[in-house]
């Protein structure tokens, strides 16, 4: 059985930092790619950065680019989110996701379809 298992989010102020990290288990770790989305209340989910199956190409978007850095451990099956500078913006669950295929140039890590399995969501609170 697939399982993804996010850990590290809760409450902190503007401009601190926090790591995700992404417990994977029930499938190859190394061969798949994977990303991060998350979901603000009230609104839709959004792709944050994704990262191929080696590690070697990473994926950002826009609204985090140069705060955010994504990573993995294939020897322990884990994927990290680290964050840095945050915003009140930045505020919503957060998701680790596998992606079906391998991200690069023919598959557009923003699009949602790619990813076939979810974690429960770990959430994340920047406020004063």
């Known amino acids: 059985e697939v399982q993804l298992v996010e850990s590290g989010g809760g409450l902190v102020q503007p401009g601190g930092s926090l790591r995700l990290s992404c417990a994977a288990s029930?499938?190859?770790?190394?061969?798949?790619?994977m990303s991060w989305v998350r979901q603000a209340p009230g609104k839709g989910p959004e792709w944050v950065s994704g990262i191929n199956s080696g590690g070697g190409s990473t994926y950002y978007a826009d609204s985090v680019k140069g705060r955010f850095t994504i990573s993995r451990d294939n020897a322990k099956n884990a994927l990290y989110l680290q964050m840095n500078s945050l915003k009140p913006e930045d505020t919503a669950v957060y998701y680790c996701?596998?992606?079906?295929?391998?991200?690069?140039?023919?598959?557009?890590?923003?699009?949602?379809?790619?990813?076939?399995?979810w974690g429960q969501g770990t959430q994340v609170t920047v406020s004063s």
């Open positions: 996701v596998r992606s079906l295929r391998s991200l690069g140039s023919h598959s557009d890590p923003a699009d949602l379809l790619l990813y076939d399995y």
């Open positions: 029930g499938f190859t770790f190394k061969i798949y790619s």
